[in-house]
């Protein structure tokens, strides 16, 4: 006997991947900066980053150009800078979650990388 359909027995991914991967606070004077406005960073990872409070005026699905900078307390590897264009993902109730978009492979490796360390530290 011949099935038209096959049965779905694949685990659903998650609506954000960013909110499914592992992801880091700060520990210092970390920010990203969106129209020349500094907005504190809440977490972030390779993927993208979430601001909190945010009163901007990013939409979502909307692209924008961002430098962000994480900046731990008493850090041997020193800050790290990041610009490039993200796309939002979520605005509200004072939360903005982006992801990097079109990132170049040597940033995107170095922000893995200083990401690793510190996920080892």
Not at 37 to 57: E, H, I, K, M, V
Request: aromatic share 10%; net charge positive.
């Amino acid at each position: 006997m011949m099935t038209l359909f096959r049965s779905r027995t694949e685990t659903p991914k998650p609506a954000n991947t960013f909110a499914a991967a592992q992801v880091l606070r700060p520990r210092g004077d970390s920010y990203v900066r969106i129209d020349r406005r500094d907005y504190p960073l809440q977490c972030w990872s390779p993927a993208g980053f979430t601001l909190s409070p945010y009163n901007g005026s990013l939409i979502q699905r909307q692209k924008a150009r961002v430098s962000m900078l994480v900046r731990d307390i008493h850090d041997p590897d020193g800050p790290l800078e990041i610009d490039g264009e993200v796309i939002v993902d979520i605005v509200g109730n004072g939360i903005l979650a982006a992801r990097w978009t079109g990132l170049p492979k040597y940033k995107l490796a170095a922000l893995a990388q200083y990401f690793t360390g510190k996920l080892s530290a």
